[in-house]
């Protein structure tokens, strides 16, 4: 699934190929997670022109200059694909033709990415913005895994499985840490961390590819690394569950309980 530093890159690249162009015309051939009528949807978005596209947690937000905008969530395999005048992508969720016939879809073959009209207002932190007393406050009030705290979009947005380990490996916290037995010192580094480690791979991925706008580029992960039994420095790479989700860790990560 695309995590924060995936998305920016998509958005950034999507900016540079259909902002300020006017949508004219948008189909969607599979409409069972849109949250309204198509025919609402193509009322207010057809001719208007997109402002921008940015990221908004894990969503990608299409923002058009008549106020609306149109959100798209990738889930686990949705793929985003450009197209010329005729989209000939299979299992197509929605498709945007912009001016020139220049288009762009949403594609999925298990249908679970969801296209969205005009999301609600979300008021929960995106990890970008997060800072050492929001993260303080928030683990203090559980005894839930440290990584299950990291990854509930309703804590804090836009971190998935591979960068939450990624997160608690830099900050050399053990992701089975009970959230509130946390020393306080450490939370200062965990939250150093989440900033530096996605920063770096939206880096990475702008490295490696440039101008993507779907897939994954996790070549330099350092410990989220299902097919590697250690890490660049030799440490094991243990893998356990953490609620249902693979975890990759080391036994230099502090454990906390």
């Known amino acids: 699934m695309p995590e924060l530093p995936d998305l920016q890159v998509f958005s950034r690249n999507l900016n540079k190929r259909f902002k300020g162009k006017t949508l004219d015309n948008l189909e969607v051939p599979n409409h069972k997670k849109l949250n309204v ?3 609402k949807l193509k009322d207010a978005l057809e001719g208007s022109e997109l402002k921008g596209v940015k990221r908004v947690g894990k969503e990608l937000h299409f923002e058009f200059k008549n106020k609306h905008v149109l959100a798209l969530h990738l889930m686990l395999h949705g793929q985003l694909h450009t197209f010329e005048r005729d989209n000939k992508n299979k299992y197509s969720i929605i498709e945007l033709t912009f001016e020139g016939g220049k288009g762009l879809t949403l594609t999925d073959f298990q249908s679970a990415a969801t296209p969205t009209l005009d999301p609600a207002e979300n008021d929960v932190p995106d990890a970008l913005d997060v800072n050492e007393t929001y993260l303080k406050q928030q683990l203090g009030k559980t005894k839930k895994a440290v990584k299950t705290v990291l990854m509930d979009q309703k804590v804090l947005r836009g971190i998935g499985n591979a960068y939450a380990d990624e997160i608690l490996f830099d900050a050399k916290l053990s992701p089975f840490s009970t959230s509130n ?5 450490k939370i200062k580094y965990l939250a150093k961390s989440v900033k530096g480690v996605l920063a770096d791979a939206e880096k990475q991925i ?5 101008d993507i706008i779907s897939g994954e ?6 410990v989220h690394l299902p097919k590697q039994k250690q890490t660049a420095a030799g440490a094991i790479i243990h893998q356990k569950p953490i609620d ?4 990759y860790y080391t036994d230099e990560q502090e454990l906390f309980e």
């Open 181 to 185: 037995k946390i020393p306080e010192n």
């Open 217 to 222: 580029v996790r070549d330099f992960l350092k």
């Open 206 to 210: 702008i490295k490696a590819k440039p």
């Open 244 to 247: 249902g989700r693979k975890t």
């Open 37 to 39: 009528p198509v025919t």
